[in-house]
């Protein structure tokens, strides 16, 4: 039976977190945290999502087969229309033990490698110092190490608390380090015995509040890939993210009931917040975006249009980007109309709108403009809106190593040309490319890490997850977090960098950036905030959750003395 959401349906589901939620509190925090034993965020700081590897030699053992319990062979599925389909599922053998970092050697055998790896939510001051480190206990929720569209954090629009989504297991699956292709494995709700990766884990979204309390709500979506972002609105759970690591066909993807299962939970997603994990036919995925809407006479593979990374909520409006993957289009959507936040049944929310932004590329992510001719792909991941006319787009940078370096750069003229932090302002209802700050992030020039090879030493390709804030003096910080190219077998797990830019808020060309220095010499200049170590990776950036009552009886007490 498909399920109305209506207020009344939200106040019982909010009201029963408490009971179905999973919490975790006083998680660890530095020593010096204000002496008090209990962890907080400080109110106006940074949140950045990080992971460490913590496997070692003996988390993969060269011979062993590939993904974990994978049986190779032929499965048939019975159709829809009637009749039987059959998959040939392959596996892989391990070419590399699980030394960091050669153990990602093995993505080249095995495409759905991974090795599941604990999560840290840092505070960090705007410069980037470090205040209290939170902790997420390993046997709660885990993250994919090194998958780089994992662990996008977003704040709730009501302020008081951050979500991420990460990787919880179903009935008889351990949730913990160390456990292998977990990020394509199949959702509990929704398994594809075409899958080679057969663990079943939940999509689970994370709230973690200004106290460092944190609830989990486990969800059926993004079987056989990854959940990216989650935003908190409206007492309502937006997601993001991709699915389908299975080997079914265009056709058999629409012609069984496992395919229509997977079409029906990728892309964007509704849930409720402590609610039991939705099953089909009830997952409810919010829109369905098709090549074929603007002007495209071929349709792609079904759901893979709707591989979207980057997520956020503006003007009550949802907007998400795609930049990955040979098919759909690389660009910024709009999720629904304007000022109306997706809700409703699962019938009602699946036939809401996604358009591309006015003015945002069109042509296909394999290179192609609705003519036929060869056309420059984008690579957006975050995305952030300073005001209802400019929209500040992280391009990640096409991943291509360029090798032997050119003048001591390894990035191509792609990337060199648009990775980055895009500036976008909107004119008479279309958006148009102001120009891309780029400066001070060195793109394309290696750069050393202690403990890791040099051999291996990342450089800088463009930019992932963003966030900003506006200043009254018109100007605007932004922080983000690069991606990286080198010739690891992983670029996902080189060690990468949070960074910040100070832009003029009203500028439309690229200033020169002469006069005003006076904010931590970044404006229209990048500054390296912090660096990875060896076997660490950065994701998200955020600012910090708010107590409202907290933050209240300290103004009471200041007034008080």
């Given amino acids: 039976m498909k399920k109305t959401i209506i207020r009344t349906a939200l106040i019982i589901a909010v009201a029963s977190i408490f009971a179905a939620g999973i919490f975790a509190g006083k998680a660890a925090a530095d020593d010096d945290h204000e002496h008090s034993g209990r962890f907080e ?123 991420f989504l990460g990787y919880r297991g179903g009935p008889g699956f351990l949730t913990a380090p160390n456990l292998l292709d977990v990020s394509n494995s199949n959702t509990p709700g929704v398994v594809d015995p075409t899958n080679p990766v057969v663990s079943q884990y939940y999509r689970a979204v994370a709230e973690v509040d200004a106290d460092g309390h944190i609830h989990i709500t486990d969800g059926n979506a993004y079987s056989g890939n990854n959940g990216r972002a989650a935003i908190k609105a409206n007492w309502l759970y937006y997601l993001t993210g991709n699915d389908n690591n299975g080997g079914l066909s265009s056709s058999q993807l629409t012609g069984t009931q496992v395919g229509v299962n997977l079409i029906t939970s990728t892309g964007a997603e509704l849930l409720v917040p402590g609610q039991t994990p ?17 002007g495209y006479k071929t349709a792609d593979k079904a759901g893979k249009d709707n591989n979207f990374r980057g997520l956020t909520i503006f003007n009550n409006t949802m907007y998400v980007t795609k930049g990955s993957g040979g098919n759909g289009i690389n660009t910024v959507y709009q999720v629904g109309n304007a000022g109306v936040l997706p809700s409703g049944t699962t019938a009602q929310l699946v036939a809401e709108p996604i358009t591309i932004l006015p003015g945002f590329p069109t042509s296909l992510a394999s290179g192609v403009d609705q003519k036929g001719n060869p056309a420059p792909v984008a690579f957006p991941f975050g995305i952030w809106f300073a005001n209802a006319n400019t929209l500040y787009v992280c391009d990640e940078g096409d991943g291509t190593l360029v090798t032997p370096a050119v003048n001591g750069n390894v990035a191509d003229a792609a990337t060199l040309a648009t990775a980055g932090v895009q500036k976008w302002s909107l004119v008479s209802g279309t958006w148009h490319l102001d120009y891309v700050l780029q400066n001070g992030l060195n793109i394309g020039v290696p750069y050393s890490v202690a403990n890791y090879p040099t051999s291996l030493n990342p450089a800088t390709d463009g930019c992932r997850n963003i966030t900003g804030k506006v200043h009254s003096n018109g100007t605007v910080d932004i922080y983000a977090v690069t991606s990286t190219i080198s010739a690891s077998g992983d670029q996902g797990a080189d060690p990468n960098k949070l960074v910040k830019v100070t832009d003029r808020l009203s500028a439309t060309t690229l200033p020169t950036g002469d006069g005003d220095h006076d904010r931590d010499d970044s404006l229209e200049h990048f500054t390296t905030l912090r660096t990875a170590n060896a076997g660490e990776v950065l994701r998200g950036v955020v600012f910090a959750p708010a107590d409202h009552d907290r933050d209240r009886d300290r103004d009471d007490e200041d007034r008080d003395r």
């Fill in 41 to 163: 965020f400080k109110t106006g700081s940074l949140v950045l999502s990080r992971s460490v590897y913590v496997g070692n030699a003996a988390t993969v053992t060269v011979g062993q087969t590939l993904p974990p319990g994978c049986k190779a062979g032929p499965v048939t599925l019975p159709l829809l229309a009637g009749g039987t389909a059959t998959v040939t599922v392959k596996c892989a053998v391990a070419t590399a033990d699980g030394t960091f970092p050669t153990v990602f050697n093995n993505d080249k055998p095995d495409g759905s490698f991974g090795v599941t790896s604990p999560i840290f939510l840092d505070n960090l001051t705007t410069d980037g110092k470090l205040i209290g480190t939170l902790e997420v206990p390993s046997d709660l929720l885990v993250t994919s190490f090194s998958s780089k569209s994992e662990l996008a954090l977003n704040r709730s629009l009501d302020g008081g608390s951050i979500t």
């Fill in 278 to 294: 939705p099953v089909p036919p009830n997952i409810n995925k919010i829109g369905d975006f098709e090549v074929t809407q603007v």
